[in-house]
């Protein structure tokens, strides 16, 4: 374990510096596909994206690019940093999105699915983007928590929203979603393209990769396993 960093210093220094020693302070991780909204204080995410566009114009520097003169790039530097901090990879920069739960009055017991639901993340390997679908099938009891059918598109979205490697994502929003909803069984289903593998490397264009995650019901009963599988549109 490396030793605990000393103080730095609030004045002049970059705000990835200040968040980066508030976080170890706290002992949390900061890893590609973590969340540390939690420790951002207000204007610091402004902050970051001058500070991202600073040090992207730098790596356009380095690629030999006349920025001054390249009609074509001379605010990418600042493009690319909204799109990091802003879009692609908001999922880190933002609190979880307000769920509400609501009892299930109705007592549902009846298997329940959801999907497909985009998936718009990026490798965290090669930063190259990941596109594809994820389907949910929720086995409810009497005391599972019901949300809204668009509040899981937006747990999908904010898990999805960092650089994501396709196996750990697909636990992380399991995982979110077993404590939201508290079922007798989930399964989680995600297919989709990486673009590291179709855009460089070996250049294949056809392949997808798919994964899922089976929890409770749907790990002991394979009746019930194979009943959401089969009403997965083109995944039978």
């Known amino acids: 374990m490396s030793e605990p960093s000393s103080p730095v210093p609030f004045e002049g220094v970059p705000v990835s510096v200040k968040i980066r020693e508030r976080l170890k302070a706290a002992g949390q991780p900061f890893l590609a596909?973590?969340?540390i909204a939690g420790f951002l204080q207000p204007g610091e995410v402004d902050g970051l994206l001058d500070e991202v566009e600073a040090r992207m114009q730098?790596?356009?520097?380095?690629?030999?690019?006349?920025?001054?003169?390249?009609?074509?790039?001379r605010n990418t530097a600042r493009r690319i940093a909204k799109m990091y901090v802003n879009e692609v990879f908001r999922g880190r920069y933002v609190a979880q999105p307000p769920v509400t739960e609501f009892p299930n009055a109705a007592r549902?017991?009846?298997l329940m699915i959801v999907?497909?639901?985009?998936?718009?993340?990026?490798?965290?390997?090669?930063?190259?983007?990941?596109i594809g679908k994820i389907w949910v099938g929720v086995m409810p009891n009497e005391h599972t928590n019901v949300i809204g059918l668009s509040k899981y598109a937006r747990l999908v979205d904010w898990v999805m929203g960092r650089p994501q490697i396709q196996e750990e994502a697909i636990v992380q929003l399991a995982d979110l979603i077993m404590e939201k909803t508290r079922p007798d069984g989930l399964a989680v289903v995600m297919e989709a393209s990486h673009f590291c593998m179709s855009w460089r490397g070996v250049r294949e264009m056809d392949s997808k990769m798919v994964n899922s995650i089976m929890r409770g019901a749907f790990l002991t009963d394979a009746t019930l396993r194979r009943e959401f599988l089969s009403l997965i549109p083109g995944r039978q």
């Open 58 to 73: 730098t790596v356009l520097d380095s690629l030999v690019i006349d920025t001054a003169n390249d009609h074509n790039t």
């Open 115 to 130: 999907g497909p639901i985009t998936v718009r993340s990026a490798c965290s390997h090669h930063f190259c983007p990941v």
């Open 33 to 35: 596909n973590d969340n």
């Open 108 to 110: 549902l017991n009846e």
